[in-house]
């Protein structure tokens, strides 16, 4: 949606004023699930036939990560077929994203019996991801669910989670703790970073070092650019940052330039959305940030 583009550049003014109701931002609101304890952090597929969700069943106290096919009549969403979970038992998970390409999918899960389950931190939290998703699940019956975090991208003792895949394909980026300060026996907000990997886990780079939690990063349509959440004074208020992605000569992302803040506000911002969400069908607009020169990326498997 248009109006998108409209609130970066009143905000990035300071003329913004915020919304009355949830009827000046949205119309036509068709509510997709039903029977869980909680549900959201909905993203299509590009070809907007399904979404991958997060949900806390009936029986459990943690969220699961779930597809479900789309259904329509005259071009118009009212709803979804059966749900089913991708997540194994004994687990918890975050965010799943789809492949522009729509091959796979990467979710974030913390897997086992003996994983924290206090800790919004989770240190066995690990990015995981599924290549032909669609024919298994064909093959599967959708009561009983299929476990699709199988192939972990990351193996270490940290958080890794809040997981997003670059509109070209190639990089992932991600918020982890594996660099928090070792002078602080928990893990918090305050050691969270955004990280980029290429799309096979490899060439991680770290992207911001500053104290506080950056987190639920997404990409600009063009790839070339970041959308997230930051809490730099540890307030429990993040803000939207933008920033551009700094490149070398090969394709590769080497770090973070002209960051700067879209919001200035005394509540809390949700979590941008890159992919179209199940709350609104639009991408976020390019960040309105000095002229940048594209780079060409080289390919990943």
Not at 9 to 23: D, H, I, W
Not at 175 to 195: E, G, I
Not at 199 to 220: E, K, N, P, W
Request: hydrophobic share 35%; charged share 20%.
């Amino acid at each position: 949606m248009r109006w998108i583009a409209l609130l970066l550049f009143l905000s990035l003014s300071g003329c913004v004023q915020p919304p009355k109701s949830e009827a000046d931002v949205f119309d036509d609101v068709v509510q997709l699930t039903s029977g869980f304890k909680a549900a959201g952090e909905a993203f299509f597929s590009a070809d907007t036939n399904w979404i991958v969700f997060q949900a806390i069943p009936p029986a459990e106290d943690q969220y699961q990560m779930y597809l479900a096919r789309l259904l329509r009549k005259d071009g118009r969403i009212t709803g979804i077929g059966q749900a089913i979970r991708i997540t194994p038992p004994d687990s918890q998970s975050s965010r799943g994203y789809f492949s522009p390409d729509g091959v796979s999918i990467i979710l974030a899960a913390s897997i086992g019996k003996d994983r924290d389950t206090k800790s919004p931190w989770p240190t066995t939290t690990e990015i995981y991801r599924a290549d032909a998703w669609q024919g298994a699940i064909a093959a599967t019956e959708f009561s009983r669910g299929i476990n699709l975090a199988q192939h972990a991208l990351t193996r270490n003792h940290a958080y890794d989670g809040e997981c997003a895949i670059s509109p070209n394909g190639q990089w992932i980026i991600f918020t982890s703790t594996r660099d928090a300060d070792p002078a602080r026996p928990v893990k918090t907000a305050r050691d969270a970073d955004l990280y980029v990997m290429r799309s096979d886990g490899s060439r991680t780079v770290r992207l911001t070092t500053t104290d506080g939690y950056d987190g639920s990063a997404i990409f600009s349509p063009d790839s070339g650019r970041i959308v997230f959440r930051a809490d730099r004074a540890n307030s429990g208020i993040p803000q939207l940052h933008i920033a551009d992605l700094a490149w070398n000569a090969a394709g590769d992302i080497t770090g973070l330039q002209h960051e700067q803040p879209v919001t200035r506000t005394p509540s809390r911002t949700s979590a941008p959305t890159g992919t179209p969400t199940a709350a609104t069908s639009s991408t976020p607009p390019a960040p309105m940030l000095p002229p940048r020169v594209p780079r060409a990326t080289t390919s990943s498997s």
